[in-house]
């Protein structure tokens, strides 16, 4: 079994993402971008056109090594993130999921009933996971060494939101009647859900990624009070067992809009805290000196000339100091960006 020791993690060529991400000194300031394989990218839309469906294209281990390796040979970041989606586990926990062009996610039998919920399968679903794995296996491979490769999974409560609501939601009115009216109810999916992700993410680590990353994209649409009294000890189980067998693989937490939930975030005791645009990067440093973070500058400052993007960029750095910091934006990167302008927010960063 592959662990963290193996000799495959420490003949990377390129660390700095790695040793940031550990809390040490990189050799040059790290940076990657969140949805950095995507439609901004040319080549990935000539890829992403060869399938009507999205999931298919997901279940493509071949294509989806090739996309995962793009932005590293395009754009120049120091990691990988696996082609895949938040969204994989639900058609494993018996979810009828499509991705239609105009609408995103849309689920066609959304959990509705306390029964439908107490009948989810729960643990291990692996099993049907496996072309997720067979996508890590190849993109190690095409990376061979260059950059590590980041797998990831969603946070419970944005998974659940998504199986409630049925697809994306405007206030996740549904999973939070769900959760004020019959906590137990609420509590026993987000139990599963963990279950089932920290299964997936271990099982991501065993395939070959150097690190991990849970993304809570909706977390910030609760109080800290309830995030910490509903959403956060099912969060920390999953940190628990990912942390318990894999101690020195890298695991990040990101919440969107969670400024607010910062101290329970840090709370959770991962590696790296990730931070979302809203957020002053000073004021989470000054709060938390001890915590290292990602981030944080806003998706649309790409739309910026790129002397802008890098005057911007140096400035962060000058927030960030000689502390470890993974940079990266502070959401997903937008489909109209100019990838030079990608480029010029990477070259910023490495720039002494
Ligand atoms: O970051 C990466 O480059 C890796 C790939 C990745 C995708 N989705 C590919 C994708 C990752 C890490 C995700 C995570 C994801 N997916 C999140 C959490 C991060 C965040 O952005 O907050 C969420 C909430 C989802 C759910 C999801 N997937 C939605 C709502 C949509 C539709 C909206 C949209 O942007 O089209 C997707 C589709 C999706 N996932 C696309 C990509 C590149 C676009 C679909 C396409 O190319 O046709």
Not at 213 to 241: C, E, F, K
Not at 304 to 329: D, Q, T, Y
Request: aromatic share 8%; net charge neutral; hydrophobic share 45%.
């Amino acid at each position: 079994m592959a662990n963290s020791s193996s000799p495959t993690r420490t003949a990377l060529k390129n660390s700095s993402f790695l040793d940031a991400a550990l809390g040490r000194k990189p050799a040059r300031a790290p940076v990657w971008i969140m949805r950095q394989a995507g439609r901004y990218l040319a080549d990935y839309r000539r890829v992403r056109s060869l399938f009507p469906s999205f999931m298919d294209f997901c279940r493509s281990p071949e294509h989806v090594a090739e996309v995962t390796i793009q932005p590293v040979d395009q754009v120049g970041v120091d990691a990988a993130i696996l082609f895949s989606d938040i969204l994989v586990l639900l058609p494993p926990l018996g979810l009828q999921l499509e991705f239609k062009e105009s609408r995103g996610p849309v689920i066609a039998n959304p959990l509705r009933t306390d029964e439908a919920i107490a009948a989810l399968p729960g643990g291990n679903l692996n099993a049907e996971l496996e072309y997720v794995f067979e996508g890590i296996r190849r993109s190690k491979k095409a990376l061979d060494q260059r950059v590590p490769l980041i797998g990831f999974a969603g946070g419970p409560f944005t998974v659940a939101s998504y199986m409630v609501e049925g697809g994306s939601s405007k206030e996740l009115a549904r999973l939070k009647a769900l959760m004020f009216s019959k906590p137990q109810v609420f509590a026993q999916l987000m139990s599963k859900l963990s279950t089932v992700t920290a299964e997936y993410l271990c099982e991501q680590i065993r395939q070959g990624v150097d690190a991990v990353t849970l993304m809570d994209s909706w977390a910030g649409y609760l109080s800290p009070d309830d995030y910490r009294d509903q959403v956060m000890p099912h969060t920390r189980n999953i940190v628990a067992t990912v942390k318990k067998n894999f101690p020195s693989v890298p695991f990040i937490h990101y919440a969107n809009g969670g400024p607010t939930l910062l101290p329970h975030v840090v709370a959770l005791g991962v590696d790296v805290v990730g931070l979302d645009w809203r957020m002053p990067l000073a004021e989470a440093i000054r709060a938390f000196p001890n915590q290292t973070f990602q981030g944080n500058l806003d998706p649309c400052w790409l739309y910026a000339p790129p002397e802008r993007i890098a005057a911007k960029v140096k400035e962060m750095k000058a927030v960030v100091g000689s502390r470890p910091h993974v940079f990266n934006l502070g959401h997903g990167i937008l489909p109209d960006i100019s990838p030079d302008h990608a480029r010029a927010f990477v070259d910023a960063v490495h720039a002494d």
